[in-house]
């Protein structure tokens, strides 16, 4: 089952799932002008195959969303560490909390378009101040765009990531942080008894960039289940059936990249790039990896009120 998420100048609401849609009001036009984002989402949660119970959320343990304030355009993708499941805790709750904060902190105008750190730091710190303790890890991906000076700017902690694409190339990528194979940088909550032997990571330690962007140019946001599964040149055979910053095309395209990973990571014989990094780490391993997959798929296009 998919789950697709529309954020165009002609949607009045999400199509499915829970994050709150937001009209971008963005052309396809040129100029000196504002830019802004047309983004159009997919996501799958893991399925859990061979007569096992699939998971209820479209998205499993990974969250999303897409927000606007007057001076910038903001999206995240958050991976729930999916290891607190054996301990009782549902990891989908850390980081749909977290990118739920996320949104409600660029929507209130409590951040600076060129600290995304910023917003992943105060929205861990909120939940860091819960009353009622929320126990999990997740790693981020935030994407800012600046209206006025048409600069990118980014934070990523972990494996999930950005892709910038221009003219059918790959000019920016966010680096995937791990501190072994199989495990990246994370946010997380521990119970007071497992604090220290729980790994950690600080927002700080998130990889930040910033960048120009241009118009026309495509922004895919995804968690790791996209890229563990599909390797730049099959994403970029799928960008190149995007013609314009028309919503439809952008939606259709998102779920076209969605389900061909989803697809891949059901495949026994296909060497998936999770593969390929786990023998080139002195593992045996051959096919997809069944994950849980987010995407985010963007167009910078003018902004016009």
Same mark, same amino acid.
């Given at each position: 089952m998919?789950?697709?998420?529309?954020?165009?100048?002609l949607?009045?609401?999400?199509?499915?799932?829970?994050?709150?849609q937001?009209?971008?009001?963005?052309?396809?036009?040129g100029?000196g002008?504002? !830019?802004?984002?047309?983004?159009a @989402?997919?996501?799958?949660?893991?399925? &859990?195959?061979?007569?096992?119970?699939?998971?209820?959320a479209?998205?499993?343990?990974? #969250?999303?969303?897409v927000?606007?304030?007057?001076?910038?355009?903001?999206l995240?993708?958050?991976?729930?560490?999916?290891g607190?499941?054996? !301990?009782?805790?549902?990891?989908?709750q850390f980081?749909?909390t977290?990118?739920?904060?996320?949104?409600r902190?660029?929507?209130?105008g409590?951040?600076?378009p060129?600290?995304?750190?910023?917003?992943?730091?105060?929205?861990?710190?909120?939940?860091l101040?819960n009353?009622?303790?929320?126990l999990?890890?997740?790693?981020?991906c935030?994407?800012?765009?600046?209206?006025?000076?048409?600069?990118?700017?980014? #934070?990523?902690? @972990?494996?999930?990531?950005?892709?910038?694409?221009?003219? @059918?190339?790959?000019?920016?990528r966010?680096?995937?942080?791990?501190?072994? &194979?199989?495990?990246?940088?994370?946010?997380?909550?521990?119970?007071?008894?497992?604090?220290?032997?729980?790994?950690?990571d600080?927002?700080?330690? #998130?990889?930040?960039?910033?960048?120009?962007?241009?118009?026309?140019?495509?922004?895919?946001?995804a968690?790791?289940?996209?890229f563990?599964n599909?390797?730049?040149?099959?994403?970029?055979?799928?960008l190149?059936?995007?013609?314009?910053?028309?919503?439809?095309?952008?939606?259709?395209t998102?779920?076209?990249? #969605?389900?061909?990973?989803?697809?891949?990571? !059901?495949?026994?014989?296909?060497?998936?790039?999770?593969?390929q990094?786990?023998?080139?780490?002195?593992?045996?391993?051959?096919?997809?990896?069944?994950?849980?997959?987010?995407?985010?798929?963007?167009?910078v296009?003018?902004?016009?009120?």
């Amino acid at each position: 089952m998919f789950s697709v998420l529309s954020y165009g100048r002609l949607v009045a609401r999400a199509v499915l799932g829970s994050l709150s849609q937001t009209d971008s009001r963005a052309g396809s036009g040129g100029g000196g002008g504002d !830019y802004g984002l047309v983004t159009a @989402g997919c996501g799958f949660g893991k399925d &859990f195959r061979k007569g096992l119970l699939k998971k209820g959320a479209c998205y499993g343990d990974d #969250a999303c969303f897409v927000a606007r304030h007057r001076s910038a355009d903001v999206l995240g993708v958050a991976d729930g560490v999916g290891g607190w499941r054996d !301990y009782g805790v549902d990891p989908s709750q850390f980081s749909g909390t977290l990118m739920r904060t996320c949104e409600r902190l660029v929507k209130e105008g409590r951040f600076v378009p060129s600290n995304p750190i910023g917003i992943l730091t105060t929205s861990y710190c909120e939940l860091l101040q819960n009353k009622v303790p929320l126990l999990g890890s997740s790693t981020a991906c935030i994407v800012v765009l600046d209206r006025t000076s048409h600069r990118l700017h980014t #934070a990523n902690l @972990g494996d999930s990531g950005f892709l910038v694409v221009r003219g @059918g190339e790959v000019v920016h990528r966010s680096d995937e942080q791990q501190h072994y &194979f199989n495990t990246p940088f994370q946010l997380s909550i521990a119970p007071p008894e497992a604090e220290g032997v729980v790994l950690s990571d600080s927002p700080d330690a #998130a990889d930040s960039t910033s960048f120009d962007v241009q118009l026309g140019d495509i922004i895919l946001t995804a968690t790791d289940g996209l890229f563990d599964n599909m390797p730049d040149y099959m994403i970029l055979q799928e960008l190149k059936k995007l013609k314009n910053s028309n919503y439809e095309s952008i939606q259709q395209t998102a779920r076209s990249i #969605a389900e061909q990973a989803h697809e891949l990571a !059901y495949d026994p014989n296909y060497m998936s790039p999770f593969a390929q990094f786990a023998c080139d780490n002195g593992l045996n391993v051959r096919g997809g990896k069944p994950d849980d997959i987010t995407v985010l798929l963007s167009i910078v296009a003018e902004y016009t009120d």
